[in-house]
């Protein structure tokens, strides 16, 4: 079996592609399970720069069902602009997509990031929003019960890598770590 690795091309190319599908709501009202293929919504410049001329038989006929299937079943979720620009932005800073479900590479390779509250933070409770200078929004993950109560903005955090994929924020010099997910 043949390893293709992803480019960063190619998924902006697939995620464009899936938009450009869901917004096409006449198309989901065909009767039969006419299979749409990818070669066909792309010119060969196009379909070589995204690097699909390089997958095998059979992962282009995938490629091709689940395209039809995101189609014929609304689309789905639909293009999250916030992730692609996110994960567009990843080339001038590697930080970018650090916490999100589909991090970039150069994110990936990080255990921390620093960064500073852009808000005081009055209350650890799950769900609260914490905004951070950089742009990047993490919320709490779990209510917080501990004496400490008031982070000032400006007070400077790092988000670090916990276990299973989960992150933590220390704030300052405090052992203060509330378990943290990135929202934006």
């Known amino acids: 079996m043949r390893c293709v690795s992803v480019n960063r091309g190619m998924v902006l190319i697939l995620l464009i592609l899936l938009g450009l599908l869901t917004a096409c709501s006449g198309l989901s009202q065909r009767s039969g399970p006419e299979v749409i293929k990818v070669e066909s919504l792309l010119t060969v410049d196009e379909f070589r720069a995204a690097g699909l001329d390089t997958l095998e038989e059979e992962q282009l006929v995938a490629l091709d069902r689940a395209l039809t299937r995101a189609l014929l ?17 990843s080339d001038e800073d590697e930080f970018a997509t650090f916490g999100m479900p589909d991090e970039h590479p150069a994110a990936r390779q990080h255990r921390s990031m620093s960064s500073r509250l852009a808000a005081d933070v009055t ?14 929004v993490w919320t709490v993950a779990e209510t917080v019960h501990s004496g400490f109560r008031v982070a000032e903005a400006d007070t400077p955090v790092v988000i670090q890598r916990a276990a299973m994929g989960s992150f933590r924020m220390r704030l300052g010099d405090r052992n203060f770590t509330p378990r943290v997910r990135r929202v934006e």
């Open 73 to 89: 079943n609304g689309g789905g979720r639909g293009v999250d602009q916030a992730a692609l620009s996110a994960w567009e932005a």
């Open 123 to 136: 209350d650890w409770s799950r769900g609260r929003e914490i905004p951070l200078s950089n742009g990047q």
